[in-house]
T-cell receptor, first 114, second 110 residues
Framework: NAGVTQTPKFRVLKTGQSMTLLCAQD?????MYWYRQDPGMGLRLIHY???????AKGEVPDGYNVSRLKKQNFLLGLESAAPSQTSVYFC?????????????FGAGSRLTVL | AQRVTQPEKLLSVFKGAPVELKCNYS??????LFWYVQYSRQRLQLLLR??SRESIKGFTADLNKGETSFHLKKPFAQEEDSAMYYC????????????FGSGTQLTVLP
């Protein structure tokens, strides 16, 4: 049981390049989230999904897009990377119903934009 | 809008001393509050949630609605408690978003 898996773990981009972060969970969770973690700012919600085929904006959505074509996968895309997007990105998921709001996190993806 | 404030970015205590990590929140509804912890080189994980009213690894946290606080306490800190601690608040309704505070890095000195 892998839980929440994020790929890649590390990536260096040049300004203007695009990339996609993949989050996969094998727990049949309905809800999935993308957060970014920055020093002194904690975790901020970028986008989230309450089920397959649905996505919604979080606190800091600008510059990112997401897709949830399959229940187990939640993709985070950067169309044109900027240095301000240098961060550690965390994916998380949770059940619907009892136990909801208790998040299971991935190991994180460290992105550097030069 | 909901907000979580952790006023201390860094906190150092000696082993065996009591420790309190502060968390204050603002939320118009009925809050559900959590403490998450991230040990070095490990994933962020749930430490405790207020509705469980449990003690995990010797830590407790009581929801004080009058003071809108959910401070994390431990009477005798251990070196293995050194970690980043995040307080989080859950919104009600179908969105089930968690809003995190900025975190407190706890260092327990030998």
């Amino acid at each position: 049981n892998a839980g929440v898996t994020q790929t890649p773990k590390f990536r260096v981009l040049k300004t203007g390049q695009s990339m996609t972060l993949l989050c996969a969970q094998d727990m049949n969770h309905e809800y999935m989230y993308w957060y970014r973690q920055d020093p002194g700012m904690g975790l901020r919600l970028i986008h989230y999904s309450v089920g397959e085929g649905t996505t919604a904006k979080g606190e800091v959505p600008d510059g990112y897009n997401v897709s949830r074509l399959k229940k187990q996968n939640f993709l985070l895309g950067l169309e044109s990377a900027a240095p301000s997007q240098t961060s550690v990105y965390f994916c998380a998921s949770t059940l619907e119903g009892y136990g909801a709001n208790v998040l299971t996190f991935g190991a994180g993806s460290r992105l550097t934009v030069l | 809008a909901q907000r979580v404030t952790q006023p201390e970015k860094l906190l150092s205590v000696f082993k065996g001393a009591p420790v309190e990590l502060k968390c204050n929140y603002s939320y118009s509804g009925s809050p559900e509050l959590f403490w998450y912890v991230q040990y070095s080189r490990q994933r962020l994980q749930l430490l405790l949630r207020h509705i469980s009213r449990e003690s995990i690894k010797g830590f407790t946290a009581d929801l004080n609605k009058g003071e809108t606080s959910f401070h994390l306490k431990k009477p005798f800190a251990q070196e293995e408690d050194s970690a980043m601690y995040y307080c989080a608040l859950s919104s009600s309704g179908s969105a089930r978003q968690l809003t995190f505070g900025s975190g407190t890095q706890l260092t327990v000195l030998p």
